[in-house]
């Protein structure tokens, strides 16, 4: 008898080269490394210092997603609409890509769009891969069963000039969501509740795994807002056990095997699972049923409460400093706060469903005199279906500024910001002071509760306008 | 990259828990192509005002901060983002150490592969730092003890790979190119290929 493993042991141990000793961590192979425009040009300088090749082109996917504008580029003065800097990073990139031959997922590719978002979409992110990008958020591919995670630039060189990295094997974590979701309560919802509850270091040194009859019953897109927000808890990475579920939206994909292939993938990917009796370092447990809309109160994502809940008190500086910030008061509800900007997109909930969840709310309303929306597909893909579904005309119907593929406002570098003091509902990842843009306030939500939000012309509770 | 190997300096202190990665180095400034010349964007907003004036209650903006380079951060500094933006501005603006009870993953990874030395100390000893700003400190890298005013010697927590690369002055990437046989044979003989 093997000794019983979880999900994250087992991917692990398929990719040890070199094993960790008490001096040395271990060699991990890499199966898939994303690349962007941001975080790779000076990992590109140093292989040509040392006049290095990229070792495995053939499992790089390159895109440009963001210091992108969203909107339309065909030269490069439309590149400048997000800066000089941003427009000469892009330049930077393509060259990079042809220089080193790697192929590069750029404009007029159709198969553009946020690093998160395309992996999954064409298929190159599988169960059981490794797969990193230089990008905190790479925790999304988890939701495949695959190990994912964020790193730097350094890191970035590494593995393109060795195809591995290396690492300490981190301890693991097990978050376990039981019972149904009620009506109205979306991934996001328990993600941020999640967070809530562990807060932003709990999973700090841990690989999470999500289980439970909830995260079951969930599609492959909001297991992926699940995963995605892994590194808000301080984890690196979070996982789901591929299932049915995953494998029926893998199957025809453009870079998921075929034929024989595949059936051997399939059987290969259905021994990814925690063994009953594996163990995990910790492990929390959170009642579906007893959860509502979330929203963020304060500075980061683990600040964050009910729709209809009061803002806590709190007496720590750090606590008050964001509460300054965010112009909120204690125990009022964040329904109380007027809303200047709506954001809904990002690698968080820039998919087909969270388009089709924010407009199913916009349908024959409008955003709210004042309130500017913008709504951004994750990917050429995600906005070419959207169009087909006419989910764009009712988005500009109500009001709101449908947009080009790219990260958009998640983060300010792109030229998609919000005014100093402006309160934006987004369903990005992140409420930092300033992510935004200067002095901009985030609440970070659901697709639905920001659509609700853009029409309420307030922070407002999305099962009122189903 | 050049060894560190001891570290000897006043404190400056910047308490506030959760210190994001966006907050060290914003967004804006991440369309560099260069690692060089991050300092002068380093904590930039809580340095400067709108109008690009110094924030006078901000503490690197004190006439004692200067020439302080060891960071004594409140918990979970560095979280947030992956940009290694971070750790390049911190170290171009002069710190050569950031030490706290608890540090970001992915911020502490990137740190110490520049060399800037990111460690965690015990939370009393944490207390005492933060309630005692411009405490004279000897960071000892090599012994990963770390010397107060008092004479008090506390050891602190550095993986001993980090530790022997920060001490030589090596960079991960040579110890990794070494491997290069046995990635190949992984590559030759593993079940299945991505």
């Not at chain 1, 946020?114 to 939701?143: N, R, Y």
């Not at chain 1, 306030?441 to 639905?448: D, E, F, G, K, N």
Request: charged share 25%.
């Amino acid at each position: 008898m093997s000794t019983p493993r979880t999900l994250f042991e087992k991917v692990w141990a398929d990719h040890v080269v070199v094993a960790e000793t008490d001096d040395t961590p271990a060699v991990i192979y890499i199966d898939l490394h994303i690349i962007h425009e941001v975080t790779t040009p000076q990992a590109f300088s140093l292989l040509r210092e040392q006049g290095l090749p990229v070792r495995r082109p053939d499992l790089v996917l390159a895109t440009l997603d963001h210091s992108t504008p969203t909107t339309p580029v065909s030269s490069f003065k439309d590149l400048l609409v997000a800066g000089e800097g941003a427009a000469r990073q892009v330049r930077q990139m393509e060259q990079n890509c042809r220089e080193f031959g790697i192929e590069l997922l750029g404009f007029g590719s159709g198969r553009r769009g946020i690093v998160h978002v395309i992996g999954p979409e064409l298929g190159a992110t599988q169960p059981g891969k490794t797969i990193v990008c230089g990008d905190s958020h790479t925790s999304t591919h988890g939701a495949f069963g695959a190990l994912a995670f964020g790193i730097g630039t350094t890191e970035v060189g590494h593995v393109l000039a060795t195809q591995c990295l290396l690492q300490r094997k981190p301890k693991t974590l097990a978050v376990n969501v039981d019972g149904s979701l009620p009506a109205g309560v979306t991934a996001k919802d328990v993600i941020l509740a999640v967070i809530g509850r562990i807060g932003v270091d709990g999973g700090t040194g841990h690989v999470i795994e999500y289980r439970g009859g909830a995260i079951r019953a969930l599609d492959m897109e909001a297991r992926m807002t699940i995963c995605n927000m892994s590194i808000e808890g301080g984890a690196r990475a979070g996982m789901i056990a591929p299932d049915d579920v995953t494998f029926e939206y893998l199957e025809g994909r453009e870079r998921a095997p075929r034929g024989a292939d595949w059936d051997m993938a399939l059987a290969r990917w259905r021994s990814l699972f925690s063994d009953d009796a594996a163990t995990f370092d910790r492990s929390v447990d959170i009642d579906a049923a007893s959860l509502v809309p979330m929203v963020t109160f304060g500075t980061n994502p683990g600040m964050v409460v009910g729709i209809d809940e009061p803002v806590p008190a709190g007496s720590d500086p750090s606590f008050r400093k964001a509460l300054d910030y965010m112009q909120v008061e204690t125990g009022k509800p964040m329904s109380a706060n007027a809303v200047d900007v709506v954001f809904v997109g990002s690698c968080t909930n820039g998919r087909i469903s969270d388009i089709e969840e924010a407009a199913r709310i916009l349908e024959g309303r409008k955003v709210a005199p004042g309130v500017r929306m913008l709504v951004v597909p994750g990917s050429e893909q995600v906005k070419a279906e959207a169009e087909a579904r006419g989910l764009d005309r009712i988005v500009v119907a109500a009001g709101a500024e449908w947009r080009e593929a790219g990260c958009s406002m998640c983060l300010g570098m792109n030229g998609d910001i919000a005014q100093p003091g402006q309160l934006c509902v987004s369903t990005s990842n992140r409420n930092f002071e300033g992510r935004q843009g200067i002095g901009a306030r985030t609440v970070l939500a659901s697709p639905a509760t920001a659509a609700a939000s853009a029409i309420a012309g307030r922070v407002a509770d999305p099962r009122e306008y189903v | 990259m050049k060894p560190v190997t001891r570290i000897a300096s006043k404190t400056v202190v910047l308490a506030t828990r959760d210190v994001d990665t966006d907050q060290i180095m914003p967004a804006r400034f991440l369309t560099t192509t260069s690692r060089e010349g991050l300092g002068d964007k380093v904590f930039f907003d809580l340095r400067f005002d709108g109008a690009g004036a110094p924030r006078k209650d901000f503490v690197l903006n004190r006439p004692e901060a200067a020439g302080c380079s060891v960071l004594v951060a409140g918990r979970n500094f560095g979280c947030g983002s992956s940009r290694e933006h971070a750790p390049w501005g911190l170290l171009d603006y002069g710190f050569e150490a950031v030490i706290s009870s608890e540090l970001a993953d992915i911020f502490r990874n990137n740190a110490l592969k520049n060399g800037l030395v990111a460690i965690v100390v015990d939370e009393e000893t944490h207390d005492w730092l933060l309630d005692n700003p411009g405490a004279d400190v000897v960071i000892d890298v090599e012994n990963t003890t770390l010397t107060l005013p008092d004479e008090r010697t506390v050891e602190f927590e550095l993986d001993g790979f980090a530790r022997y690369c920060l001490v030589e002055g090596t960079d991960q990437l040579g110890f990794l190119q070494r491997q290069l046989d046995a990635i190949e044979r992984f590559e030759e003989i593993r079940p299945w290929k991505p």
